[in-house]
Every structure is written in C-alpha cells, then in structure tokens.
C-alpha cells in the first residue's frame, strides 16, 4: 500500500534554530497536509498544501508541495520552546484514504 | 466549541473484555474515522465512515467494529480486547471525504484528545 517516508524520526536542536523535515512517498498525492501533536493532545492542522509547487506559510512555518507530487516539506524558523512536540505529513489521493507519516519528535535544548 | 469529544480519556481492560469508546463531533461533518497511534508507527487508520450510514475498513480493523450511530457519533468497539491493542484511540472527523474537495480544504481532519487504552 502507500506509505510516507518522514524523516528525522526525531530531532534536538537548540532553542532559536531552524528546523527542517520532510516526507517522501514512491506515489503521487494530490494534498499534502502537515499538522502538530502536543503532548496529550490530538494534532492539530498547521498547514494545508493543495497544488504541485505550492509553497505555503504559517507565520514561522513555511510548507512546500513537491513538484513531483511525491513530498514535501516542512520548515520551522527560529524555533521557540512551544513548538516541541510531534509533527506529522499527510497525503491524499482521490481514492480519500489519508495516509499518515510516523511523525518527527522535535525536541528543543533550553 | 467542542468540536471532537471522546470518552473516555483513560481505560485499563483485562485481556478478553469488551469496550466501546465513543466519539461525537458537534461541527456538522459527513466523515468520521479511528486512528490508533503507537510508538514508532504513527496514526493508522482502522475504520472510518465517508456519511451517516455507511461504514469501511481502514489500514487496521481486525478486531474492531464500529457504529456510526448518527450523523454526530461514531463508535469504536473491542469485543474481547487483547494486548496487541493497548494504544492511544483518535477519533476524527471531516466535512467530506471525496477527494472532489481537494481545493476547499472540506477534507481536512479535526482530532479528539484521544483515549490511552492498556490491555492487560
């Protein structure tokens, strides 16, 4: 079946940096959606990607749609202690499956 | 607004026992749908309903079943629960499920809290 490959499974970085992750499928999806998990909570939508190409931002969040159709991007600039959690991709297709990355844990040093 | 309720949050059920959790959403969506997240493995999706009626098997259903009692509530039952199925239970919902709705974001998905179950 289809899957996405998300990586870094996780990452520790220090407060105020960049951070960068992505996810990758061998198939083609025609939305691609990023959203967050905080701890003990549900996820929560944080961009929403419609078009091949597309690049979208949230405030410090900035997303791409691969023009390939088969990933995409997420970016968080100068990361703040509120943004800790888990981050999942997900994509779409016409046959309305949505399929769930693992998730990227990010950790943030004081 | 409350959006997605599920109850309960907690439960801890010897192994052979039968539970159900329940889900309602007070947003007027079509879709609903059960996730389980376990460690390293991300959200899989076990049964979802694209409207009230209708029901289908996701990524994971065997041993489960489902309801979706009304157009608010979709239910999620174990009926002889096993350790393999201690998890963490999402319920979601969505406006519509069609991949039609590409372009209107009526396909994206609102979570509940989710429920931690542990078999013993």
């Known amino acids: 079946g289809q899957q996405l490959n998300q990586s870094p499974q996780s990452m520790f970085i220090q407060e105020g940096e960049d951070v960068s992750m992505n996810c990758t499928s061998s198939?083609?999806?025609?939305?691609w959606l990023w959203y967050k998990q905080d701890p003990g909570e549900g996820p929560v939508l944080l961009i929403a990607?419609?078009?091949?190409?597309e690049l979208t931002s949230n405030g410090r969040l900035t997303a791409q749609f691969g023009i390939t159709r088969k990933d995409s991007f997420l970016n968080i600039s100068a990361s703040i202690p509120s943004d800790v959690g888990i981050y999942f991709c997900?994509?779409?297709?016409?046959?309305?499956?949505?399929?769930f990355g693992k998730g990227t844990r990010l950790h943030i040093l004081p | 607004n409350a959006g997605v309720t599920q109850t309960p949050k907690f439960q801890v059920l010897k192994t052979g026992q039968s539970m159900t959790l329940q889900c309602a959403q007070d947003?007027?969506?079509?879709?609903m749908y059960w996730y389980r997240q376990d460690p390293g493995m991300g959200l899989r999706l076990i049964y979802y309903?694209?409207?009230?009626?209708?029901?289908d098997k996701g990524e994971v259903p065997n041993g489960y079943n489902v309801s979706r009692l009304n157009k608010r509530e979709f239910s999620l039952r174990l009926e002889s629960a096993a350790p393999s199925q201690t998890s963490v239970y999402f319920c979601?919902?969505?406006?519509?499920?069609?991949?039609?709705?590409?372009?209107?974001?009526?396909?994206?998905?609102?979570f509940g809290a989710g429920s931690r179950l542990t078999v013993l």
């Open positions: 979601a919902s969505s406006e519509l499920l069609t991949g039609l709705t590409l372009l209107s974001g009526a396909n994206v998905l609102t």
């Open positions: 198939s083609i999806f025609n939305t």
């Open positions: 990607l419609y078009k091949a190409g």
């Open positions: 997900a994509g779409q297709n016409r046959d309305d499956k949505i399929i």
């Open positions: 947003m007027n969506h079509n879709s």
């Open positions: 309903s694209a409207s009230e009626g209708t029901t």
